[in-house]
């Protein structure tokens, strides 16, 4: 299934880098950033690893595809050889994940390692190159790629709209989840709705992440296989043994004046329904987290979490890693939480498969980056689009792209409002696409 080479990698200092994905892939971009800070995948630069599960567990293969590519990036990792001078989160031996939402998707649940690397954190700028010899001995290593950046194409604008679930469509599956919920076959379900639209071909999609790194420079940027957005949900950080997640649940548009803004937030904090959805959410991730931790805690109280068009209910949760188990290993783990699932889930699960009339592919699915210690970052995919790898089949001069947004089903829930809170969800990524 997964053919793990030996790798070499070598990680050096360079001269500091403003705008990283100036020197990422036009086309496909690979790049994990905050605030500016990250990396991305320099172009040029090819697939020296790719770790890639495409079946849903089985009889004969039981382990969910995040607990397999665990168990493949640890054997990866196993006979590498690293040589770190940097020695900063995202240096050294990095993979770039996205996985499927569910293990019986039809798109792919891989890691990538690229050939060169090009970060930043905390003011230092780094290359990684890796590569994989062919013998059992480093060659020296090939002269470094050209750091010069790639400018930005020609602006472009893409197309939305209804997909499959549109506005009354959601809401027939909305009043469907909540009469589940009354019978007591879920608690809590997320319902998820699409819109399906077009990007010119050849598209510089470096704009698009550059489009919500500049807006959201708060959340996670990511672009990772074909599929970009900006995800303001940590799903898990673990770094030197300790662990870290942050979890959404719960929302409100932002207000069109300060006092218009202020009465939203407070509406929010004081909502008994969305206190109730962000406590399950809340308490998926620490039963979750708990086998593998001590010392996990998380406020009793959520905190307002203020983004450019919404409020979130947060809540941090902080532990120290107990056992050897390595962020991937975390989220399989963790995935999928209540946040972006339901309660129970194998429940909420068949009700989300019953009622969505499309497969979401990797959105809501784990993405982020593992180094060969087993620490990375991993959000999960939201505010998002995934791209087509092939024009689309009516017009070659167009390709296909796909986002999706949801609310948390719960008692109490309005139909109509959750149809609005999907559409503040979508804002994101429907502005960058414009």
């Not at 019986?104 to 890691?111: G, N």
């Not at 919500?212 to 599929?227: C, H, K, N, Q, V």
């Not at 970009?228 to 548009?253: D, F, K, M, N, Q």
Request: proline share 8%.
């Amino acid at each position: 299934m997964i053919d793990a080479p030996r790798l070499f990698v070598e990680t050096r200092e360079i001269e500091p880098v403003d705008d990283l994905l100036e020197y990422a892939d036009p086309r496909q971009p690979l790049a994990w950033l905050r605030r500016g800070e990250g990396m991305v995948a320099l172009a040029g630069s090819t697939a020296v690893a790719t770790l890639r599960v495409d079946a849903a567990p089985s009889e004969a293969s039981p382990l969910s595809r995040a607990t397999r590519l665990a168990r493949a990036w640890r054997d990866l990792t196993a006979v590498a050889e690293v040589d770190d001078a940097v020695g900063v989160p995202g240096t050294g031996l990095v993979g770039f994940g996205a996985l499927a939402f569910d293990d019986a998707s039809a798109s792919p649940s891989s890691i990538i390692v690229p050939s060169a690397i090009i970060g930043r954190r905390g003011g230092r700028s780094w290359l990684t190159r890796i590569h994989a010899p062919i013998e059992h001995s480093p060659p020296p290593l090939a002269p470094a790629p050209p750091l010069a950046p790639a400018p930005y194409g020609p602006y472009w604008s893409g197309t939305l709209g209804p997909g499959s679930l549109g506005p009354e469509g959601y809401q027939d599956a909305v009043r469907d989840a909540l009469a589940a919920i009354a019978t007591g076959e879920v608690s809590k379900v997320v319902l998820a709705r699409d819109l399906v639209g077009t990007i010119p071909a050849g598209s510089d999609l470096r704009r698009l992440a550059r489009a919500l790194s500049s807006e959201y420079p708060d959340t996670w940027t990511y672009a990772m296989d074909g599929i970009i957005g900006a995800s303001p949900e940590t799903l898990v950080t673990v770094s030197a043994g300790t662990v870290t997640a942050r979890v959404l649940a719960g929302t409100t548009s932002r207000g069109g004046d300060a006092d218009a803004d202020a009465a939203a937030s407070v509406r929010l904090a004081t909502s008994a329904k969305d206190l109730d959805e962000h406590r399950y959410a809340v308490h998926s991730v620490l039963q979750s987290l708990r086998p593998h931790t001590s010392a996990l805690a998380a406020s009793e109280q959520p905190f307002m979490l203020k983004l450019p068009n919404v409020w979130h209910l947060a809540t941090d949760v902080e532990g120290a890693l107990s056992d050897a188990a390595s962020s991937l290993d975390l989220v399989a783990a963790l995935h999928p939480t209540a946040a972006v699932a339901g309660t129970p889930t194998d429940a909420a699960l068949a009700l989300i498969a019953r009622l969505e009339p499309f497969d979401r592919g990797r959105y809501a699915g784990p993405v982020g980056w593992i180094d060969a210690s087993g620490d990375g970052e991993w959000a999960i995919a939201l505010r998002c689009a995934q791209f087509g790898s092939a024009p689309a089949r009516a017009h070659a001069e167009t390709t296909r792209v796909v986002a999706h947004a949801g609310a948390g089903i719960v008692a109490g829930s309005q139909p109509e409002s959750e149809l609005i809170e999907t559409r503040v969800k979508f804002r994101p990524i429907v502005d960058a696409l414009a």
